[in-house]
């Protein structure tokens, strides 16, 4: 059984803002994923954690969705913060002046439910060596479309989709060099099997030539559904970081998740190195309240 007094997290969002490091995550540990709200995690060296709470909640903050608060993804772009979010099947996207909020909604889904191909969840977000960016979101149906100057909105007449036997959700892009990499979750994240796969192609919505698997369980060392990403190039360096889920250990399971870095190797040939879990999941302090002076 997994542990009561454990924080459960999982679908990690990977970032760095001003020389500090942010993890956006699914706060987990709930009946069907039924968590109604968003945290944030800080870091300046990426070992020692800190909660920083809550930043955005559904059905206060967000008014027109109350349920379903999942795998966030975050991005800054001149000086502002954006927070993109699943709700109930819709994606959603909140600004704000810092990474830790407050964050302001939108006033609507930015893709809504049904309006493309697959469930409308999970988005990532990918800005190319132009400036421009794109949300990246789907489950059953990989989808992406280049999002508006402000950020608030995609261009729907630009929106790629793509399906595989292998994709089930968790699409993320980035580039390195002149080659761009598609990575997603393959299973269901409840299955120890959930694993991460890859693809290389010559530009943002591909053509996308399979590359194999990246990240996978290892149940010797109890280590299972190692999933739903997101890559991180370390600012000012070649480096690259892998942050992912998987089964808390002990007693984890797919609502019970907890939160690994990992590095990522790009290879000459242009391949990705598999990566090989660590045994440590990261931990954090939760940040306390600011004292209140007169």
């Known amino acids: 059984m997994a542990d009561p007094s454990h924080q459960y997290f999982a679908d990690p969002a990977l970032v760095a803002f001003a020389g500090k490091y942010y993890i956006y995550p699914t706060t987990d540990g709930s009946p069907d ?24 909640r559904l059905g206060t903050d967000v008014p027109w969705a109350d349920r379903f608060a999942w795998a966030p993804a975050a991005a800054e772009k ?4 954006y927070l993109y979010f699943t709700a109930d099947d819709n994606i959603g996207v909140a600004y704000g002046a810092s990474p830790t909020g407050p964050f302001i909604d939108s006033g609507q ?14 988005p990532s977000v990918f800005t190319d060596d132009d400036g421009t960016s794109y949300l990246v979101w789907g489950n059953g149906v990989a989808n992406i479309a280049r999002l508006d100057d402000d950020m608030l909105g995609i261009d729907d007449s630009s929106v790629v989709s793509w399906e595989d036997p292998t994709f089930r959700e968790a699409a993320h892009i980035h580039r390195h060099g002149d080659r761009y990499y598609l990575t997603w979750s393959e299973n269901d994240t409840r299955d120890p099997e959930y694993r991460v796969r890859w693809a290389v192609g010559p530009g943002p919505t591909g053509p996308w030539q399979h590359g194999g ?16 990403h997101s890559l991180l190039r370390v600012p000012g360096t070649d480096d690259w970081l892998i942050a992912y889920h998987r089964f808390a250990r002990p007693g984890g399971d797919g609502t019970h998740r907890e939160l690994v870095i990992d590095p990522l190797h790009h290879l000459e040939d242009g391949s990705l190195l598999p990566v090989e879990p660590s045994e440590p999941a990261i931990s954090f302090t939760t940040a306390q309240p600011e004292p209140i002076t007169s």
């Open 213 to 228: 698997v990246l990240l996978e369980q290892r149940p010797d060392r109890g280590i299972l559904a190692t999933g739903h």
């Open 109 to 122: 889904p930015i893709v809504a439910r049904d309006a493309h191909a697959g469930r409308a969840i999970d």
């Open 78 to 81: 001149n000086g502002v913060h």
């Open 33 to 56: 994923w039924s968590s109604t709200e968003f945290r944030v995690l800080s870091s300046n060296d990426l070992r020692s954690w800190r909660d920083e709470g809550t930043v955005l």
